[in-house]
């Protein structure tokens, strides 16, 4: 038998699946594959899939020969091969086949030729593609995200080249994605080590965007040649399908390496890239997990907090956009913690910049200023995370966070939940007072409750109109800021803006409804404080034109929103309040003050007249405010508040034609029905506690009491038949510190009473007491006692502002005078 005999016969012992494979192989690599050899092979292994193993270890065997010797054409010819047997076979069988197959892919992946590494990838996508009738769990991917994630990364030389490689790493990562991911028993993709190298390669790609702004919304739809060819959108378009199908318990497994990877490339400062990838998140996972994201980014940024500010700021500027999107959907359990940690690197900020200060003082240091300046930055926007922020909470949500904001403010004799600024100093505590009323000037922005006592609770009222956020300026303007988001209900204050002489108020077309009755139950409880936080803030010596304006503001808000009869008339007292304290100018003010006030009596007057309509009434205000254009122009708004007003040198020699008259408004409204005995009583501001531990000044600076005693009777008598005041008694009675708490508590029903009970039962009351007071009175101020003038004994009180002419006692009076 000759060699070609031979030759036959051991070509006919070889196994079958080995003859069919050799057979789809040309003898020239460039002819392709054989094709009708290639449909007996795949008819053979579907007829017998139980040999699809060992087709696929051969052709495995093959392929890895061809790729030492390099003969990329019969590699080609094999890897198309397998690809079509993955394609037509689906039986049970194709597991062990697809082990032989991942490995030819890995042999692919690991030579250096770029071609043979996109030839992998493109097979392992195809391969990813096809759904298993059962999974394998036995089945990792670990060697195929490393490699992937390498070739994402290509430095290759040639620049198509290099992208070629970068985007068939990402079409692999996809495929590893869409492979692994829909299994929860095959969930190996989520685990840190592996999300550490996908999520990285992923962003260093999607950095070369250069339009950051054209795909940070919702998921875009490139077309095919784009997606194909730029791995920024390929890579963009994988990373929003991988953070779709995270879950609850993967979802901070994808988010971690994204701040890894900003921290380390230092893409903070400037954050533009950082922003459109916390964009990217927050549209792309599911609602429900919005709050994972928030949280990770609080942590990242406490874990940050001693970093420069500017990249603090950039990571509070990622977490507005996140909270600004998640406010939309489910915020979950994360929104107190949101607050609680942006005003706590809100004090640290203000902290930091304090403590720059201090180190630089004495020398001019360019980079100390500049430090401070960023420390501004930051501080900016956690004002405008948290006013954003609460602004786009549900109104439930949204008062709970005033709350809690206002509850952060440092205000005296509030409760110790504030931030704590102790070590921070006066000027440190103010710093913190602005940005917090900043904060919930923001979060009140565009609330509007049903009732005014759901929208200023008590526990929320009573450290806004606080004396301690009087003392500056600035901070006056935000509290009455905050109260007109309040109070204002219907819209009105941009038809408000500035202080003026409103010719005719009904071209205003004012939006208001009928005072409900639980608005005024309010105004009957805490009436008295806002009219007291508006006559303190009128009488303030640093006032600026602004100030006047939001004052005026309050006055019109109130009277749109909250005034019945009972309220105008005490408005109309506290306007006439104002009026006689400029004339007798008890607190020294400037005269641009002065005469700011009375501008702003003139204004509001005009204002009021005309929304109560009563004639007589108008016509005494016009009268005035006609008066005071001609004689007086500087009483008005349009005047006072220019910046060449001339200024009178005082008050005093003025005609009582340019004043508003108390028994003319009296008589003007008794004539229309309305009840003015209460007009003949001065107002007079309430005395709190909080008043007598501020460290401004008391409102009730002097209470003098000037009393003529009935004749025949001894002043000295009168003294000897008290007890004796000695320094032994004075220390019994300051050791008894059990009574403390009793005493505390009748001061507090004591301003309880005066502030919520009605005038007359108070008026009985001091009535009943009045020879009680004047005996008491005496003998603690230790006043002088004269004779009377007349058989009836007569007292004169002062208090504060208010003067009281000598009347008879047991005709006195105590309406607006509280003794403790």
């Known amino acids: 038998m000759g060699r070609t005999g031979v030759c036959c016969c051991c070509a006919a012992l070889r196994p079958r699946y080995k003859r069919l494979v050799d057979n789809i192989f040309p003898e020239d690599p460039k002819d392709g594959l054989v094709k009708a050899d290639m449909e007996k092979l795949t008819f053979y292994a579907v007829s017998a899939p139980e040999k699809l193993d060992r087709i696929g270890a051969y052709l495995a065997e093959r392929l890895s020969r061809d790729v030492v010797r390099h003969r990329y054409g019969y590699v080609l010819i094999a890897m198309e091969a397998l690809d079509q047997l993955l394609m037509a076979c689906h039986s049970q069988s194709i597991k062990p ?31 990813a593609n096809i759904e298993e009738d059962t999974p394998s769990y036995h089945r990792r991917y670990d060697f195929f995200v490393s490699r992937f994630s390498a070739m994402c990364h290509s430095c290759h030389s040639d620049p198509e080249t290099r992208t070629e490689i970068r985007i068939a790493g990402i079409r692999g990562i996809q495929g590893v994605v869409r492979k692994t991911v829909n299994d929860e028993l095959r969930a190996t993709i989520w685990e840190p080590q592996h999300m550490d190298k996908i999520v990285p390669s992923l962003l260093f790609n999607m950095q ?87 949280q990770e980014t609080l942590g990242h940024l406490d874990a940050r907090k001693r970093d420069s500010p500017r990249v603090r700021a950039g990571i509070i500027q990622v977490l507005l956009e996140a909270v600004a999107i998640a406010a939309k959907g489910s915020i979950g359990p994360t929104v107190l913690e949101v607050f609680n940690t942006l005003l ?75 931030l704590d600024t102790s070590h921070l100093g006066d000027l440190g505590t103010r710093r913190i007072q602005i940005m917090l009323l900043r904060s919930l000037l923001m979060v009140t922005s565009g609330y509007n409750a049903k009732t005014i006592a759901a929208a200023l609770p008590a526990p929320f009222l009573d450290p806004l109109l606080s004396p301690s956020l009087m003392e500056d300026s600035e901070l006056r303007q935000l509290v009455l800021e905050i109260l007109h988001n309040l109070i204002d209900r219907h819209d009105n204050r941009a038809k408000l803006r500035g202080i003026r002489i409103i010719p005719d108020v009904s071209d205003l077309k004012i939006k208001r409804d009928k005072i409900s009755r639980q608005d005024v139950s309010f105004m009957k409880k805490h009436g008295q404080q806002l009219y007291r936080h508006i006559y303190l803030g009128c009488k303030e010596d640093d006032n600026v034109q602004k100030n006047f304006e939001l004052l005026f503001t309050s006055l019109a808000l109130i009277t749109i929103e909250l005034a019945n009869e009972e309220v105008v008339i005490d408005l109309i007292r506290l306007a006439i309040a104002l009026q006689d304290t400029i004339i007798i100018n008890e607190d020294n003010l400037p005269m ?132 004796e005041i000695t320094f032994e008694a004075l220390k019994k009675a300051i050791d008894n510190t059990g009574l403390e708490e009793q005493e505390k508590e009748k001061r507090r029903l004591v301003i309880e009473k005066f502030q919520k009970a009605p005038f007359e039962e108070i008026a009985a009351q001091c009535e009943t007491k009045a020879n009680f007071l004047h005996d008491r009175l005496a003998q603690i101020l230790e006043l002088t006692i004269r004779p009377p003038p007349s058989p009836s004994g007569t007292m004169t009180i002062t208090a504060g502002h208010a003067h009281y002419q000598s009347v008879p006692v047991y005709e006195m009076k105590f309406p607006d005078l509280c003794v403790y």
């Open 97 to 127: 086949f697809v082990e032989s197959f991942l490995q030819m892919v890995a042999k692919l992946l690991e030579s250096g030729e770029p071609k043979l590494q996109v030839l992998g990838t493109n097979s392992f996508v195809k391969f």
């Open 208 to 294: 070369k965007i250069e339009d950051i702004d054209s795909r940070i919304g919702p998921p875009s739809s490139p077309t095919g040649g784009e997606k194909e060819e730029n791995p920024a959108v390929l890579a963009e378009n994988c990373f929003r399908e991988l953070l779709g199908r995270a879950t609850y318990g993967n979802m901070n497994n994808a988010v971690r390496p994204v701040f890894a990877h900003l921290d380390h490339h230092k893409l903070w400062d400037p954050n533009e890239f950082a922003v459109s990838c916390f964009k990217i998140i927050m549209y792309s996972i599911q609602a429900q997990y919005s709050h994972h994201v928030i």
């Open 344 to 418: 706590k690197h809100l004090r640290l900020s203000v902290d930091f910049e304090l403590g720059e200060r201090r180190s630089s003082t004495g020398s001019a240091s360019f980079s100390t200023s500049s430090k401070e300046s960023d420390e501004r930055i930051v501080q900016n926007a956690i004002i405008q995370t948290i006013g954003f922020f609460g602004s786009n909470l549900p109104d439930y949500q949204r008062s709970e966070i005033m709350m809690f904001v206002m509850g952060k403010v440092p205000v005296l004799g509030t409760s110790s939940h504030s």
């Open 592 to 723: 641009f003050n002065r005469c700011g006030v009375m501008a702003l009596v003139a204004a509001y007057l005009n204002f009021l007249s005309q929304m109560i309509a009563v004639p007589a009434f108008c016509q005494h205000v016009s009268k005035v405010i006609e008066t005071r254009t001609v004689e007086a122009s500087y009483f008005l708004p349009e005047n006072i508040f220019k910046d060449k007003c001339i200024l009178p040198k005082s008050l005093e020699k003025h005609e009582k034609n340019l004043f508003f008259l108390t028994n003319k408004i009296a008589e003007s409204l008794g004539g229309s029905g309305y009840s003015v005995e209460r007009l003949s009583v001065p107002y007079v501001p309430q005395v709190t506690d909080e008043d007598r531990l501020s460290r401004r000044k008391s409102i009730v600076d002097t209470v003098s009491i000037q009393v003529d005693i009935l004749p025949g009777n001894n002043t000295e008598d009168k003294i000897n038949n008290t007890e």
